[in-house]
């Protein structure tokens, strides 16, 4: 991937004491090779790499850092440049803010709506209403409700309408009527851009001016995914762009490309099918997982997120209790789980992601381990020294599983509920202290 080739075209550096002419040219010849590979355009690529050769050659040899290390700050630098440079922020005025989706068939359109309208609900405080302006599929409407139920947020549709301006119309003074200040505004995409599409998105946009015309694309269809982004734009003028599919095994050149051609910032990213992966597009911060420097930032921030300061408090005083049980275990595997998949969590540790990358980590980890709490009783659950062998037993065969692992799991589950207690017992706050050190 683009990291690992980045990673190699600093290697030619590795011994030189100094940056050379003829040394940064052989770099970064490699470093536009790894651009090109992912699906950056060919020009952006060059220029790129032109500005950092200009950059390096200037810079003073005699620096403190090592040549490798200044290059690649240069080019971190160039890479968050070239993605926007600063954050940029959502356009919340109007009352009530309207925003509309735009973007082709299966990019994530329906999924980003409801991410977006969970997230102005819980962290913007806002009240969001969805609307269903995709006509053409019965399950296009259904589907926004399923998001709408799972993320208690109201739906607007009109079944029998076929005509999405006035759906979106009724849907904006529904809005004002009933207290609602955010319309999300979900359209129909096709698998390609054609006349009829575009035509109708630029009806909705014409008749209900949208605060905010957001772009969605995956983040996997590469050079394709910047062809798009120029046709809807034209047609559009867009405020921003929704990268989503970011889990996925993306080559990232879309994230390097877009900006620059249509100069338009990436707003968002989707880094998930569930409703809370959605996250704020940081340039340095994409610059940094691209150059394989991990996003140390962005772990903190999504643990201290998921981090219930009262759940915690609660946790606390069961385990002084010795009433720690499966089901408080089964909780904190739940709130982990929450921050997001396996792969993605060690892509934001610093070398983890190179340290890894043949070892094969499974999407839900902790399969087995919910398997096995899940066969367990509630007594069971609740006063684990109850489960004896015959328990054991029926438990791994209700779990699938085999009585090894549920013995190991009851080992961990034993040695977790000692630690806690010791980090409780006198002396436990310089024990966590020192942990935290
Ligand atoms: P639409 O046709 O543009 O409305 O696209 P949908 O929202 O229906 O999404 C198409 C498919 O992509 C669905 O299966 C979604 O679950 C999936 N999807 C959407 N966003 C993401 C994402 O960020 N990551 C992953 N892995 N899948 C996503
Ligand atoms: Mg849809």
Excluded: W
């Amino acid at each position: 991937n683009l990291s690992e080739k980045l990673d190699k075209a600093f290697h030619i550096l590795k011994g030189h004491g100094k940056i050379t002419e003829v040394n940064v040219a052989d770099t970064l010849k490699e470093v536009r090779r790894a651009l090109l590979d992912a699906d950056v355009n060919f020009k952006i690529a060059k220029d790129f790499t032109a500005r950092v050769k200009d950059k390096a050659i200037g810079q003073d040899v005699l620096t403190t850092l090592q040549p490798g290390q200044l290059l690649v700050k240069l080019v971190k630098d160039e890479l968050t440049e070239l993605m926007g440079g600063d954050v940029a922020g959502i356009n919340l005025q109007g009352s009530p803010t309207v925003i509309l989706m735009s973007g082709l068939q299966g990019s994530g359109k329906t999924t980003f709506s409801g991410k977006l309208a969970n997230y102005l609900k819980t962290k913007k405080n806002k009240k969001p209403l969805l609307v269903a302006c995709d006509i053409y599929r019965p399950a296009a409407i259904n589907q926004l409700h399923v998001v709408g139920q799972q993320i208690g947020v109201d739906v607007y549709s009109e079944p029998d309408n076929k005509n999405p301006v006035v759906i979106a119309e009724n849907a904006i003074a529904f809005a004002k009527a009933n207290g609602f200040n955010v319309v999300i505004v979900d359209t129909a995409g096709r698998l390609a851009v054609d006349q009829e599409m575009m035509d109708e998105i630029a009806r909705v946009h014409a008749a209900i001016k949208p605060q905010e015309t957001l772009f969605v694309v995956d983040s996997m269809t590469g050079q394709d995914a910047v062809n798009t982004a120029k046709a809807f734009n034209d047609i559009l003028n867009f405020d921003g762009v929704i990268l989503t599919k970011l889990d996925g095994d993306t080559r990232g050149g879309a994230a390097l490309s877009i900006k620059s051609v249509v100069n338009k910032p990436i707003k968002f990213v989707g880094t998930g099918e569930k409703m809370e992966a959605i996250d704020v597009f940081y340039p340095d911060r994409m610059a940094e997982r691209i150059l394989g420097m991990g996003d140390v930032v962005s772990l903190v921030e999504r643990a201290q997120e998921q981090f219930n300061e009262e759940e915690a408090r609660k946790l606390q005083k069961k385990i002084a209790k010795n009433e720690f049980g499966f089901d408080d275990f089964l909780a904190q595997i739940q709130q982990v789980k929450k921050m997001g998949n396996m792969k993605d969590l060690v892509g934001m540790i610093p070398g983890a992601s190179k340290a890894m990358k043949d070892v094969q980590i499974e999407d839900d980890a902790f399969k087995h381990i919910e398997a096995i709490i899940y066969s367990m009783t509630p007594a069971e659950r609740k006063k684990p020294a109850l489960i004896d062998v015959k328990r054991k037993n029926r438990i791994a065969k209700g779990s699938g599983t085999k009585v090894e692992q549920v013995n190991q799991l009851m080992k961990q589950f034993d040695q977790m509920s000692k630690m806690m207690k010791m980090m409780q017992g006198p002396g436990g706050k310089n024990l966590m202290k020192m942990m935290g050190n």
